[in-house]
C-alpha cells in the first residue's frame, strides 16, 4: 500500500540545495541540487524510514491528507 505523506520544499541558502523534509516522518529529509533530485531523494528516505520503522516495530504514521498550496516566485 502507497502512502502519500505531505512534503515540504525549499531553498536553503545555508546548504546552497534545495531541501524536502517529511514532517510526519520525524527526521525524514532529503537534499539536492534541483527541486526534483530533492524529491526523487525525499522518496528514498521516505521508503527506508518506513523499513526501519517496521524492523524496529515501531507505528507507521498515517498521512494527515492536507491540502497543500504551491507559490512560485515570478522572477
Known sequence: ????????LYWSEEDTAFIAEVPELPGCAADGETYQEALQNVEIVMQ???????????QIPQPRRRLISLAKDKE
Request: hydrophobic fraction near 55%; charged fraction near 30%.
Open 1 to 8: 500500500m502507497m502512502l502519500h505523506y505531505e512534503i515540504i
Open 48 to 58: 527506508e524510514w518506513i523499513e526501519v520503522a517496521k524492523d524496529l516495530g515501531r
